[in-house]
């Protein structure tokens, strides 16, 4: 897109906008500060010309730190657990916040990560968006957790009309006239709402941020010591990459010598083809993410905000209306600050931290016997599955959402705990204590509801016609 002279005219407006969304200065700044990027053409592109891999020879493996346990649970009460809560889950037909979801044994995400929390005597802490925060207040008031978590608001940026760099105007529904600014925002939001200095005024130094929907993603006590005896100010998990990775950021070294993140939207359309390739860069970011706040703290009130590497995503005004006005989203992902921290640092972990539940296929695994709660109620691989890894590919006609999901599994989940993969074709419904065994392919062709009946052990395709 060619730069416009004319853009820095709407920057009052956007300015006057968000003053009267009463939004913190340091956001409005943050936003003024990527707005006038987007108006001189910048578009977050990162080329393969400026970046090189980064090999397993220069990360530490997570499978080798176990000596720094110790370290970990002395730090414990120094560290706090912050889960982004943010997301509706509105991919898979939820309407509230994802962490709602029964995930595993009649349990909620938010009832196991308050668990969790409990079990390690490790604060917790949540970043609410403006579709989350309410329904969260009414949970907890339900659960009624011994030790509340502390809850803080993600921020808004407005939309930017892409014809002429100005504000998007919606009165039938002026909520889509914002944007949530993406998970990058944390660093700000935390600031300023004041859980940052609540956090350091309880001496609590060392955050570990991961999404609410990843049980995986625990405070490790590991992880947590390598991370405090290191002295990182930031530390990256990062896991190899596999061919369904291939969509994911992923970790690179700048030519500069810092580590950077590019994610997808950030690679130039005609470099994806090496954006793609797992042998190239093979290392992508879980998303879990270790800060020391006292750095956090000092960066921000050096610099004023944390502006990270803009992601320009082009959307229409309205998610549902294609006829809609065409706008820019700024965004940003949480671990682009990687490259902001001197001595930031990346981690190899196992993939049993990364267990996001993104579609429903995600939930019938977690659901099933392939997964258990460890006594700490980790959520960890059943030690006794046959197969290392599973493949689940249900129709999105009949499973992607929730509700056409819950019908078709109403007596509970398959046994997987033999399965290497699991393809549905067509509308099925499961009974009660069915097994899937091996490489399974259940392929339905008629009009009407197929039926894997009561006790069946699945060991072949079925075709029902």
Same mark, same amino acid.
């Given at each position: 897109?060619?730069?416009?002279?004319?853009?820095?005219?709407?920057?009052?407006?956007?300015?006057?906008?968000?003053?009267?969304?009463?939004?913190?200065?340091?956001?409005?700044?943050?936003?003024?500060?990527?707005?006038?990027?987007?108006?001189?053409?910048?578009?977050?592109?990162?080329?393969?010309?400026?970046?090189?891999?980064?090999?397993?020879?220069?990360?530490?493996?997570?499978?080798?730190?176990?000596?720094?346990?110790?370290?970990?649970?002395?730090?414990?009460?120094?560290?706090?657990?912050?889960?982004?809560?943010?997301? /509706?889950?509105?991919?898979?037909?939820?309407?509230?916040?994802?962490?709602?979801?029964?995930?595993?044994?009649?349990?909620?995400?938010?009832?196991?990560?308050?668990?969790?929390?409990?079990?390690?005597?490790?604060?917790?802490?949540?970043?609410?968006?403006?579709?989350?925060?309410?329904?969260?207040?009414?949970?907890?008031?339900?659960?009624?957790?011994?030790?509340?978590?502390?809850?803080?608001?993600?921020?808004?940026?407005?939309?930017?009309?892409?014809?002429?760099?100005?504000?998007?105007?919606?009165?039938?529904?002026?909520?889509?006239?914002?944007?949530?600014?993406?998970?990058?925002?944390?660093?700000?939001?935390?600031?300023?709402?004041?859980?940052?200095?609540?956090?350091?005024?309880?001496?609590?130094?060392?955050?570990?941020?991961?999404?609410?929907?990843? /049980?995986?993603?625990?405070?490790?006590?590991?992880?947590?010591?390598?991370?405090?005896?290191?002295?990182?100010?930031?530390?990256?998990?990062?896991?190899?990459?596999?061919?369904?990775?291939?969509?994911?950021?992923?970790?690179?070294?700048?030519?500069?010598?810092?580590?950077?993140?590019?994610?997808?939207?950030?690679?130039?359309?005609?470099?994806?083809?090496?954006?793609?390739?797992?042998?190239?860069?093979?290392?992508?970011?879980?998303?879990?993410?270790?800060?020391?706040?006292?750095?956090?703290?000092?960066?921000?009130?050096?610099?004023?905000?944390?502006?990270?590497?803009?992601?320009?995503?082009?959307?229409?005004?309205?998610?549902?209306?294609?006829?809609?006005?065409?706008?820019?989203?700024?965004?940003?992902?949480?671990?682009?600050?990687?490259?902001?921290?001197?001595?930031?640092?990346?981690?190899?972990?196992?993939?049993?931290?990364?267990?996001?539940?993104?579609?429903?296929?995600?939930?019938?695994?977690?659901?099933?016997?392939?997964?258990?709660?460890?006594?700490?109620?980790?959520?960890?691989?059943?030690?006794?599955?046959?197969?290392?890894?599973?493949?689940?590919?249900?129709?999105?006609?009949?499973?992607?959402?929730?509700?056409?999901?819950?019908?078709?599994?109403?007596?509970?989940?398959?046994?997987?705990?033999?399965?290497?993969?699991?393809?549905?074709?067509?509308?099925?419904?499961?009974?009660?204590?069915?097994?899937?065994?091996?490489?399974?392919?259940?392929?339905?062709?008629?009009?009407?509801?197929?039926?894997?009946?009561?006790?069946?052990?699945?060991?072949?395709?079925?075709?029902?016609?």
């Amino acid at each position: 897109m060619q730069k416009n002279s004319d853009a820095h005219k709407h920057l009052p407006s956007f300015i006057l906008k968000m003053e009267r969304a009463n939004l913190h200065p340091v956001v409005i700044d943050t936003f003024a500060h990527y707005y006038k990027k987007i108006i001189s053409g910048a578009t977050g592109l990162i080329s393969d010309k400026d970046i090189r891999p980064v090999t397993s020879d220069h990360i530490e493996d997570a499978d080798r730190i176990q000596k720094y346990a110790n370290a970990g649970r002395h730090a414990s009460p120094n560290a706090v657990m912050i889960k982004l809560n943010g997301g /509706l889950g509105t991919s898979m037909g939820l309407t509230r916040a994802k962490s709602f979801l029964k995930v595993k044994n009649e349990k909620t995400f938010l009832e196991i990560i308050l668990k969790q929390a409990e079990k390690r005597h490790v604060k917790l802490a949540l970043m609410n968006s403006f579709s989350t925060h309410e329904d969260t207040l009414d949970a907890l008031s339900k659960i009624k957790p011994s030790d509340p978590p502390l809850l803080f608001l993600q921020n808004k940026f407005p939309k930017i009309l892409q014809k002429n760099f100005a504000p998007a105007d919606w009165p039938k529904s002026p909520d889509l006239e914002w944007n949530p600014p993406g998970h990058g925002d944390i660093y700000s939001a935390i600031y300023t709402s004041g859980i940052l200095d609540t956090l350091l005024e309880k001496e609590i130094v060392y955050a570990f941020i991961s999404n609410s929907d990843n /049980l995986g993603a625990t405070l490790d006590e590991s992880l947590l010591g390598y991370f405090v005896e290191k002295g990182f100010p930031f530390m990256m998990e990062v896991a190899p990459r596999t061919p369904s990775d291939v969509k994911g950021g992923h970790i690179a070294r700048h030519k500069d010598g810092r580590l950077i993140l590019r994610e997808s939207a950030q690679c130039p359309e005609n470099e994806m083809s090496a954006f793609r390739d797992i042998k190239r860069y093979g290392f992508f970011n879980t998303n879990n993410i270790w800060i020391n706040l006292k750095v956090l703290h000092t960066l921000i009130q050096k610099i004023g905000a944390v502006k990270l590497p803009i992601i320009r995503n082009p959307k229409t005004l309205d998610p549902r209306d294609e006829n809609s006005p065409k706008v820019f989203q700024i965004e940003t992902a949480m671990g682009a600050a990687i490259s902001l921290f001197e001595g930031a640092a990346v981690i190899k972990v196992p993939a049993s931290r990364f267990l996001p539940v993104k579609k429903c296929n995600d939930l019938l695994s977690i659901r099933s016997d392939r997964f258990i709660f460890s006594t700490e109620n980790n959520l960890i691989a059943n030690p006794n599955t046959g197969t290392k890894t599973i493949q689940v590919d249900l129709d999105p006609k009949y499973y992607g959402k929730i509700d056409l999901f819950d019908e078709r599994f109403s007596k509970g989940e398959p046994s997987l705990a033999n399965c290497e993969s699991l393809t549905v074709k067509g509308d099925v419904r499961f009974e009660n204590n069915v097994a899937i065994r091996g490489k399974i392919v259940i392929t339905n062709k008629g009009k009407t509801q197929a039926v894997i009946k009561e006790g069946t052990v699945v060991e072949k395709d079925i075709v029902f016609n």
